[in-house]
């Protein structure tokens, strides 16, 4: 069966240092690959997606970059956090094609203080 | 602003009552999906549904699609307590690649 994993669970990061966040997938090969930001009591805002390894599509210009360094791999960095970069980010993995649903890894609660 | 708009934003009634969400829309989709969430968890799909089709069924859960009105909801039968958790209506996008749009969410408590 397929498994996502999301790692840290909670991260408290001061304002100006770097962040890496990683999300791997087992179970499945060439998936869709996604990461979310959820500010407190909203929706999901979707960050990055991913078809494949290398590729990369960012849907909100920020202070965010991701990375897809393995199939089954995603990463989302930033090299000087700012406040406003506080938030539970969710990753995401679907199986190629439109009519899929998504995957939730568990998330990662980042605080910026 | 957001493709996915529900309905209320926040619901609270007595366990075995019935919950009903709602979930508008603004452009064409190819389909609508449900999810659920638990405070401070990842989302869980709960249904999906195609443009082509009007109702689902999946155990309690009841979604019906109206494309003309652009407009879905999600209807929770018997509640338990459970079933206390944020719910999302999600859009796939015909001019979309392969990617979601979720709304804002609808709060659900189920009162023991």
């Known amino acids: 069966s397929q498994t996502i994993h999301q790692w840290p669970a909670t991260l408290v990061q001061p304002v100006g240092s770097p962040l890496s966040l990683e999300c791997t997938v087992e179970g499945t090969s060439n998936p869709n690959l996604y990461w979310y930001r959820q500010a407190a009591g909203r929706g999901l805002q979707l960050l990055f997606y991913s078809v494949g390894i290398g590729q990369i599509s960012s849907e909100v210009p920020q202070n965010l970059s991701a990375s897809r360094p393995q199939d089954r791999q995603f990463i989302l960095s930033s090299k000087k956090l700012l406040l406003s970069d506080s938030g539970f980010y969710l990753c995401a993995w679907s199986v190629g094609g439109k009519y899929n649903e998504q995957f939730f890894g568990p998330g990662t609660r980042l605080t910026v203080l | 602003s957001q493709q996915g708009e529900e309905d209320p934003q926040a619901l609270s009634i007595q366990e075995g009552e019935n919950a009903t969400m709602n979930c508008s829309y603004k452009?064409?989709?190819?389909?609508l999906q449900w999810y659920r969430q638990n405070s401070g968890r990842g989302l869980v799909h709960l249904i999906l549904i195609r443009s082509n089709e009007r109702e689902k069924h999946s155990g309690r859960l009841r979604v019906t699609l109206d494309t003309s009105k652009k407009s879905s909801s999600l209807l929770i039968t018997a509640s338990r307590a459970a079933d206390t958790a944020s719910y999302f209506c999600?859009?796939?996008?015909?001019?979309?690649?392969?990617?979601?749009?979720f709304g804002q969410g609808t709060r659900l408590t189920i009162n023991p």
């Open positions: 999600a859009t796939d996008l015909i001019q979309g690649a392969q990617k979601l749009v």
């Open positions: 452009t064409s989709i190819n389909n």
